[in-house]
């Protein structure tokens, strides 16, 4: 059964940075892209950031491009999110989440079968 357990969420000022880290278990880490999404109130869950199993690509939604940054370390079967110069409307809960498939580039949700319980970020300006 595949778990992934998501930390590093909380309350950061505008302009802060936050780390997140997902634990990931039950699964052949290698071989899977990772992503992260978010979930603001009111709001649908959106893309934030994918890389590929070997970490070789990443992708990124236009809003975080140049403040985020997707690592992947294969030996640690974990995922990070590096957050940088946070925006009030970075407001979110942020999940972990695996592809599907081994090898495959997923970036919507359909693509990615295991999800994380979701970490909370808030920023206030």
């Known amino acids: 059964q595949v778990q992934l357990v998501e930390s590093g969420g909380g309350l950061v000022q505008a302009g802060g940075s936050l780390r997140l880290s997902c634990a990931a278990s039950?699964?052949?880490?290698?071989?899977?892209?990772m992503g992260w999404f978010r979930q603001a109130p009111g709001k649908e869950r959106e893309f934030v950031a994918a890389i590929t199993w070997g970490g070789g690509n990443t992708y990124y939604r236009g809003s975080v491009k140049g403040r985020f940054t997707i690592s992947k370390d294969n030996a640690k079967t974990t995922v990070y999110l590096q957050m940088n110069s946070l925006k009030p409307e970075d407001t979110a809960v942020y999940y972990c989440a695996a592809e599907r498939r081994d090898y495959e580039m997923g970036r919507i949700e359909d693509d990615f079968g295991s999800w994380g319980q979701g970490t909370q970020v808030t920023v206030s300006s």
């Open positions: 039950g699964l052949t880490f290698s071989t899977r892209t």
